[in-house]
T-cell receptor, first 109, second 113 residues
Framework: GQQVMQIPQYQHVQEGEDFTTYCNSS?????IQWYKQRPGGHPVFLIQ?????EVKKQKRLTFQFGEAKKNSSLHITATQTTDVGTYFC?????????FGKGTRLHILP | NAGVTQTPKFQVLKTGQSMTLQCAQD?????MSWYRQDPGMGLRLIHY???????DQGEVPNGYNVSRSTTEDFPLRLLSAAPSQTSVYFC????????????FGNGTRLTVT
């Protein structure tokens, strides 16, 4: 079945450093979504990418969708303590939405 | 506009007991789903529904039942609770499964002793 893999599983960065998480799908995706889950909270939708090679920015967050529509990345520039949480990618397939295992971001002050 | 409402927030069960986790949405979403979240395992899909009267199994359906008699409600039933079902459960909904963002409930933290 369809698999969505995400790396790294954990990432510790100093506040102000950059952070990147990568997502790979076993199948071509029609779109990919990114979510953020704060500690103790629920996942919250961040963005959806649809087009091959698409790049979208939200302030310090940059999202990319690969040319083959099988991989994606989320890059955070100059991390802040408010960026702490787990970032998930998710892709549709066979009438359902499958999530990667997420990347937990820890910020060291 | 309440969004996705899950009840209860916390629940402790003994092995063998049964219970129903409630999920309701008021956004007229066709797609609804249940995920469980365990440390290091991410969000794993239990069951999902693409519309009233239609349900299907996800990645980890064993031990759980669902029904979708209305568009608004998608309850998750644990038939005979086991310690392996200790987890945080999230209900989520969207307009469609194809290209709409998921809206999540606040979650139910379930402990089975």
């Amino acid at each position: 079945g369809q698999q969505v893999m995400q790396i790294p599983q954990y990432q510790h960065v100093q506040e102000g450093e950059d952070f990147t998480t990568y997502c790979n799908s076993s199948t071509t995706l029609s779109n990919i979504q990114w979510y953020k889950q704060r500690p103790g909270g629920h996942p919250v939708f961040l963005i959806q990418l649809v087009k091959s090679g698409e790049v979208k920015k939200q302030k310090r967050l940059t999202f990319q969708f690969g040319e083959a529509k099988k991989n994606s990345s989320l890059h955070i520039t100059a991390t802040q303590t408010t960026d702490v949480g787990t970032y998930f990618c998710a892709g549709p397939g066979d009438d359902k939405i499958i999530f990667g295992k997420g990347t937990r971001l820890h910020i060291l002050p | 506009n309440a969004g996705v409402t899950q009840t209860p927030k916390f629940q402790v069960l003994k092995t063998g007991q049964s219970m129903t986790l409630q999920c309701a949405q008021d956004m007229n979403h066709e797609y609804m789903s249940w995920y469980r979240q365990d440390p290091g395992m991410g969000l794993r899909l239990i069951h999902y529904s693409v519309g009233a009267g239609i349900t299907d199994q996800g990645e980890v359906p064993n031990g759980y039942n669902v029904s979708r008699s209305t568009t608004e409600d998608f309850p998750l039933r644990l038939l005979s609770a086991a310690p392996s079902q200790t987890s945080v459960y999230f209900c989520a909904s969207s307009y469609s499964e194809e290209n709409s963002p998921l809206h999540f409930g606040n979650g139910t933290r379930l402990t089975v002793t």
